[in-house]
C-alpha cells in the first residue's frame, strides 16, 4: 500500500513570487508520481507524472518537479506564480508493480496567489 | 479537446434514497474509475471497471455501491440506498491506454448531498 503526505494545506503566495508544494510518499514498491491540479468548480487536470527516466520533471502551466528518491519526495515548483495558479494541487502515487492501478491521493494544498 | 462528462453536478437526496450517478467518458478510452472526495478530505478510489466488470475495488466499495455501463458509453455508479456519510463530491476518470503511461482524465465531478 501507498500513501502520500502534503506537508501544507494551505500556501499564500504573492504574484510573480516562486512557490514549493511539498509531498511526500511511502511504499514499500516502486510508484510513479503525479501531480493534479484543481481549479474551482472544475474537474482533476494533470499536471505533471513521473514514469521512469530523468528525475526532474516539466508540465503544463510552467510546472516543474523533481523526483527525490532518498527522501522519498516529488516536490512542485515554479519559479513565478500568476493569479491563474490559485487552485488546489494534489500529489498522486501510483503502484509501478502488482495489479493495483489506481492512484492514491494526498490531502491537497490550497495555493492561493495574492495580487 | 475531449473531455469527461458528468451528470448530474449536484444531486441533492434523501438518506435511503438510491442515487445514479452518470458519466459519458472520451470515446475511445476503455478503462473507468470512480473516486470521491469528502468535503476537507482526500480524493480517495471507489472503483475501476475494464471490459464490462469490476477489476479493482476498494474497502468503500461496498454492496450499497455498484457500477455498470448499460449503453455502451454511459459509465454509471448506483449508490442503492444513501447514506449521511455518502454526501461527497463523486469523481469519474477514464483511460485509453493500457499500462501505467495511461493519462487519466477527470471529469468535473458530481456532488451529492444527502439529507
Known amino acids: 500500500a501507498q500513501s502520500v503526505t502534503q506537508l501544507d494545506s494551505q500556501v499564500p503566495v504573492f504574484e510573480e513570487a516562486p512557490v514549493e508544494l511539498r509531498c511526500n510518499y511511502s511504499s514499500s514498491v516502486s510508484v510513479y508520481l503525479f501531480w493534479y491540479v484543481q481549479y474551482p468548480n472544475q474537474g482533476l487536470q494533470l499536471l505533471l507524472k513521473?514514469?521512469?527516466?530523468?528525475?526532474l520533471v516539466k508540465g503544463i502551466n510552467g510546472f516543474e518537479a523533481e523526483f527525490n528518491k532518498s527522501q522519498t519526495s516529488f516536490h512542485l515548483r515554479k519559479p513565478s506564480v500568476h493569479i491563474s495558479d490559485t487552485a488546489e494541487y494534489f500529489c498522486?502515487?501510483?503502484?509501478?508493480?502488482?495489479?493495483?492501478?489506481?492512484?492514491?491521493f494526498g490531502s491537497g494544498t490550497q495555493l492561493t496567489v495574492l495580487p | 479537446e475531449p473531455e469527461v462528462t458528468q451528470t448530474p453536478s449536484h444531486q441533492v437526496t434523501q438518506m435511503g434514497q438510491e442515487v445514479i450517478l452518470r458519466c459519458v467518458p472520451i470515446?475511445?478510452?476503455?478503462?473507468f474509475y470512480w473516486y470521491r472526495q469528502i468535503l476537507g478530505q482526500k480524493v480517495e478510489f471507489l472503483v475501476s471497471?475494464?471490459?464490462?466488470?469490476?477489476?479493482?475495488k476498494s474497502e468503500i466499495f461496498d454492496d450499497q455501491f455498484s457500477v455498470e455501463r448499460p449503453d455502451g458509453s454511459n459509465f454509471t455508479l448506483k449508490i442503492r440506498s444513501t447514506k449521511l456519510e455518502d454526501s461527497a463530491m463523486y469523481f469519474c476518470?477514464?483511460?485509453?491506454?493500457?499500462?501505467?503511461?495511461?493519462?487519466?482524465?477527470f471529469g468535473e465531478g458530481s456532488r451529492l448531498t444527502v439529507l
Open positions: 513521473y514514469l521512469s527516466g530523468s528525475t
Open positions: 470515446s475511445n478510452h476503455l478503462y
Open positions: 498522486a502515487v501510483r503502484d509501478s508493480s502488482g495489479s493495483a492501478r489506481q492512484l492514491t
Open positions: 476518470a477514464t483511460k485509453g491506454l493500457a499500462g501505467v503511461g495511461g493519462e487519466l482524465f
Open positions: 471497471f475494464y471490459n464490462n466488470e469490476i477489476s479493482e
